[in-house]
T-cell receptor
Framework: GIQVEQSPPDLILQEGANSTLRCNFS?????LQWFHQNPWGQLINLFY???GTKQNGRLSATTVATERYSLLYISSSQTTDSGVYFC????????????FGKGTKLTVNP | KAGVTQTPRYLIKTRGQQVTLSCSPI?????VSWYQQTPGQGLQFLFE???????NKGNFPGRFSGRQFSNSRSEMNVSTLELGDSALYLC??????????????FGPGTRLTVL
């Protein structure tokens, strides 16, 4: 099946810093989503981005489908950005709905 | 519009018991998927239902089962609980408008502890 790798596994920032999270995937995808998991476990949908670039406030994402990677940019980070960020993909004809990476744990210190 | 709801939010069971978890999708959404999250294995797909039919199934033993009702609400059942079934169980719904893939929206999860 498809492999999804996220990097870095852990990231510690000072408030106000910028960061880039990466997601590599091993096959063509129909769906790619970025999620933020809050401390209570809820997965918050950030972007649905199988290709192209999207922006939402301080967050933006880019997926280069032909090169099989996606990037999530966080600018001017805040302590509330802390948590785990997951990339998940769905493939055409795949037996699984969404395949998740292992996540990037982000800690933003005041 | 209300989000995906899951009940109960927390559950404690003992080995050998069975458990049923419930998920109500976003109004109008017809596809419901279930995922298990554990510290060791991460987030893993369990199964997906659409129009009361199982469309996809992950690599889990037959003790894990599910169903979907005509109103799109879904339940999953785990029989003969094992310690390793302790996990956060997440439900997601999507519109499934006929496109190849749709945005998945997740509920708050049910945290199951097996003693």
């Amino acid at each position: 099946g498809i492999q999804v790798e996220q990097s870095p596994p852990d990231l510690i920032l000072q408030e106000g810093a910028n960061s880039t999270l990466r997601c590599n995937f091993s096959d063509s995808v129909n769906n790619l989503q970025w999620f933020h998991q809050n401390p209570w476990g809820q997965l918050i949908n950030l972007f649905y981005i199988p290709s192209g670039t999207k922006q939402n406030g301080r967050l933006s994402a880019t997926t280069v489908a032909t090169e099989r990677y996606s990037l999530l940019y966080i600018s001017s980070s805040q302590t509330t950005d802390s948590g785990v960020y997951f990339c998940a993909v769905e493939t055409q004809g795949g037996s699984e709905k969404l395949v998740f990476g292992k996540g990037t744990k982000l800690t933003v210190n005041p | 519009k209300a989000g995906v709801t899951q009940t109960p939010r927390y559950l404690i069971k003992t080995r050998g018991q069975q458990v049923t978890l419930s998920c109500s999708p976003i109004s109008g959404h017809r596809s419901v998927s279930w995922y298990q999250q554990t510290p060791g294995q991460g987030l893993q797909f369990l199964f997906e239902y659409f129009s009361e039919t199982q469309r996809n199934k992950g690599n889990f033993p037959g003790r894990f089962s599910g169903r979907q009702f005509s109103n799109s609400r879904s339940e999953m059942n785990v029989s003969t609980l094992e310690l390793g079934d302790s996990a956060l169980y997440l439900c997601a719904s999507s519109l499934w408008s006929g496109r190849i893939a749709d945005t998945q929206y997740f509920g708050p999860g049910t945290r199951l502890t097996v003693l």
